[in-house]
């Protein structure tokens, strides 16, 4: 376990003021600097300035640890853990970099297409390794623990971040069928007919818990109207920031793409299957 000496905000959360934060480092690069830019104290004042240290209290995750590797750099890994740095102590996994979108032309959609400087976050893992899962509230597709339960803080933070870097775009690529769900809360599809499958398939089957339909997904079990097995494939989800990506998610042209998209679109599961294929998981 971290001693107290080396496991900043042990004993004060409140260690600088808002001004202060990212003032000092605002210009320096290095590998060693998050994002190459800010040290991890300032880092780690964010955190207690937008709530997470509170939080992380509240639920007893405490002491905080924390880790971050550059050697891929600009991609840089960024953990937080519970007291010891060990994937049994989880509970916070970035994959984060600055990057460079650039829209694919899409004729029907008319996006903007010029190039849109963005937060890209490669993975992303939010976990409680105190929490247990049980038959009310059972694992999803890639979880060893269940979720955090912090995801508006955690997005208040990046979003936070965004606009201190002076981001165009906040980049996701959603690994699993129901992390696209779940970041739907904040994102959209730059593919609006990819938001469209997304939300047919969630409508189509809105009797099911999430937790079925992503094992659904995962397992191979949903096919297509042809009679195909779907394959989900992540494509880029954005949180827009400025002002055109924003006008282009609430465009009318968009929205009918969607539209259609969700009309197209036709699934079903094969329950054989699924029941065979969930018994066989431990």
Same mark, same amino acid.
């Given at each position: 376990?971290?001693?107290?000496?080396?496991?900043?905000?042990l004993?004060n959360?409140s260690l @600088?003021?808002?001004?202060?934060?990212f003032?000092?480092?605002?210009e320096r690069?290095?590998?060693?600097?998050? +994002?190459?830019k800010?040290?991890?104290? /300032?880092?780690f004042?964010?955190?207690?300035?937008?709530?997470? @240290?509170? /939080?992380?209290?509240?639920?007893?995750?405490?002491?905080?640890?924390?880790?971050?590797?550059?050697?891929?750099?600009?991609l840089?890994?960024?953990?937080?853990?519970?007291?010891?740095?060990?994937?049994d102590?989880? &509970?916070?996994?970035? %994959?984060? *970099?600055?990057?460079v979108?650039?829209?694919?032309?899409?004729?029907v959609?008319?996006?903007?297409?010029?190039?849109? !400087?963005?937060? &890209?976050l490669?993975?992303l893992?939010?976990?409680?390794?105190?929490?247990?899962?049980?038959?009310?509230?059972?694992?999803?597709?890639?979880?060893?623990?269940?979720?955090?339960g912090?995801?508006? !803080?955690i997005?208040? @933070?990046?979003?936070y971040?965004?606009?201190?870097?002076?981001?165009?775009? &906040?980049?996701?690529?959603?690994?699993?069928?129901?992390?696209?769900? +779940?970041?739907s *809360?904040?994102f959209?599809?730059?593919?609006p007919?990819?938001?469209g499958?997304?939300?047919s398939?969630?409508?189509?089957?809105?009797?099911m818990?999430? %937790?079925?339909?992503?094992?659904?997904?995962y397992l191979?079990c949903?096919?297509?109207?042809?009679?195909?097995?779907? /394959?989900?494939k992540?494509?880029e989800?954005?949180?827009?920031?400025?002002?055109? +990506?924003?006008?282009?998610?609430?465009?009318?042209?968009?929205r009918?793409i969607v539209?259609?998209?969700?009309?197209?679109?036709?699934?079903? @599961? /094969?329950?054989?299957?699924?029941?065979?294929?969930?018994?066989s998981?431990d």
């Amino acid at each position: 376990m971290e001693d107290s000496k080396n496991a900043p905000f042990l004993e004060n959360e409140s260690l @600088i003021g808002e001004d202060e934060i990212f003032s000092a480092l605002a210009e320096r690069r290095g590998t060693t600097l998050f +994002l190459g830019k800010y040290a991890l104290n /300032e880092v780690f004042a964010v955190l207690a300035k937008k709530g997470f @240290i509170k /939080e992380a209290r509240k639920r007893n995750l405490w002491p905080l640890a924390f880790d971050m590797d550059s050697s891929a750099f600009p991609l840089q890994r960024f953990q937080i853990f519970l007291g010891e740095k060990s994937p049994d102590y989880l &509970i916070v996994d970035l %994959k984060i *970099r600055e990057g460079v979108f650039r829209p694919k032309e899409r004729p029907v959609a008319e996006p903007p297409l010029r190039e849109f !400087k963005s937060l &890209i976050l490669e993975w992303l893992t939010l976990q409680n390794p105190r929490a247990e899962f049980s038959e009310k509230r059972g694992a999803l597709p890639g979880q060893q623990y269940p979720g955090l339960g912090m995801s508006k !803080k955690i997005m208040d @933070i990046f979003v936070y971040l965004g606009k201190l870097t002076h981001k165009d775009a &906040i980049l996701a690529f959603p690994a699993f069928y129901h992390n696209a769900v +779940l970041f739907s *809360r904040y994102f959209h599809f730059f593919n609006p007919e990819k938001e469209g499958e997304v939300e047919s398939i969630r409508r189509t089957f809105s009797h099911m818990p999430i %937790k079925q339909l992503a094992w659904a997904v995962y397992l191979n079990c949903l096919r297509t109207a042809s009679g195909e097995v779907y /394959e989900w494939k992540a494509e880029e989800q954005v949180f827009p920031l400025a002002k055109d +990506l924003r006008e282009y998610f609430d465009s009318k042209n968009y929205r009918e793409i969607v539209k259609q998209s969700l009309k197209r679109y036709q699934f079903t @599961i /094969e329950a054989e299957d699924f029941e065979r294929k969930v018994g066989s998981i431990d």
